[in-house]
């Protein structure tokens, strides 16, 4: 599957052999192509809520010869599959508030789906609190470089049943998920938290004037906090490369 971007090819790793995929906002449909080319899915949906996409989709699948294996759907979100029709689901390449906004369209049907592959482009925070609220939990992180950027990649698949309090999670823990900190040592993750914490100190700066009590002093306090875990997560890295020495 060399013709995937670092990105989809990470994602393609995590789909179990057997699985029957659906493909969300699929573009030219190349994820879809390459899993089924390679054997490790059986069936997949490739869908877009654009027309154009679509088209090219189709085009692509027809030019691989795989229009028995590959089914190409307009429409939004989860909307073109049934539940329990796919096992795997993807959504890749779109903001992590958009990826959100499918799910809880249409919790039902993502719960049907043994594995959820996901990769936003932005809005990872949002994206998490999300998928805790319906009862998933990680079972694989990673991040990946392509161009000049770093993208997180996850993998999640369904709890019981979810009921009772909301579940917790840090901010920290929110930002850039539970598998990725506990690689202390990985210099990804501890680049895309040490540029988090700078980012954010710099609007701390900013803000260094604003009145007590204010909208904007409070927003200060709150970055102030983050730094701190930021900082305290840097620093036990830091401790455990030291003492491996």
């Not at 906002?25 to 996409?53: C, E, F, K, M, N």
């Not at 989709?57 to 073109?80: F, H, K, M, Y």
């Not at 959820?116 to 805790?132: D, E, H, I, K, Y």
Request: proline share 5%; aromatic share 2%.
């Amino acid at each position: 599957m060399s013709q995937l971007s670092p990105r989809l090819a990470g994602l393609a790793a995590w789909v179990p052999l057997g699985s029957r995929l659906l493909d969300v906002g699929t573009d030219h449909a190349l994820l879809p192509i390459a899993l089924v080319q390679s054997g490790r899915v059986v069936s997949a949906v490739a869908s877009d809520i654009a027309r154009g996409p679509v088209e090219r989709a189709r085009d692509n699948v027809r030019q691989a010869g795989l229009e028995a294996q590959i089914a190409v759907r307009q429409g939004p979100g989860l909307s073109t599959v049934s539940a329990g029709e796919v096992d795997v689901i993807v959504i890749a390449g779109m903001g992590g508030g958009t990826a959100a906004g499918i799910l809880e369209e249409a919790p039902d049907i993502a719960r049907c789906a043994t594995r959820l592959l996901l990769q936003p482009m932005n809005g990872a925070a949002r994206l998490r609190r999300c998928l805790l609220d319906l009862g998933f939990e990680t079972v694989e992180e990673d991040m990946v470089e392509e161009g000049a950027r770093s993208y997180q990649l996850m993998a999640v698949e369904p709890r019981p049943k979810p009921g009772g309090e909301r579940p917790r999670a840090s901010w920290l823990t929110l930002a850039f998920g539970p598998v990725n900190l506990r690689r202390t040592g990985d210099e990804r993750v501890r680049r895309a938290v040490w540029e988090e914490r700078e980012h954010m100190s710099g609007i701390v700066d900013r803000l260094a004037a604003a009145p007590e009590g204010s909208e904007a002093a409070r927003r200060r306090v709150e970055l102030e906090a983050r730094i701190h875990e930021a900082d305290a997560w840097l620093h036990l890295g830091a401790q455990r490369e030291e003492g491996g020495r």
